[in-house]
């Protein structure tokens, strides 16, 4: 212990007595317990925020449909499939209202409308 404490000078100077300098050290510290305590309660938080959250294909169709529509105006619009009772369409969704669906298909770029009745399911294809 004493090798790490600074030794006092060679030369004696005259000087009033100085107290030692206090070491400004960490006064608080949490201990495990209180780590496990306090991470229990917040993946019990975050689980309570994913259960919110689904995964695309556990979703109903409407849900579906407004996840599309609803989506950030900077993010780029996604690709989806859509199964109607007579075709399938490969696009992005333009529009969405309660009884019709527009959609801009890759293949040819043209805007196809159709009932919201006709679609069977909503499958995402990417960018």
């Given at each position: ?19 030692e ?67 399938i ?39």
């Amino acid at each position: 212990m004493s090798e790490k404490q600074a030794k006092p000078p060679l030369l004696f100077i005259s000087n009033p007595i100085q107290s030692e300098p206090e070491a400004k050290a960490q006064k608080q510290y949490y201990s495990l317990e209180e780590t496990f305590s306090s991470k229990s309660e917040s993946e019990s938080h975050a689980t309570d925020a994913t259960s919110k959250r689904r995964k695309f294909h556990d979703m109903t169709i409407d849900e579906k449909l407004k996840y599309m529509t609803d989506m950030p105006v900077i993010m780029p619009k996604m690709k989806c499939e859509v199964i109607t009772s007579n075709q399938i369409y490969v696009g992005t969704v333009e529009q969405c209202d309660d009884e019709q669906l527009v959609i801009r298909t890759v293949e040819q770029g043209f805007k196809v409308n159709m009932k919201r009745e006709n679609i069977k399911d909503v499958r995402l294809k990417g960018f």
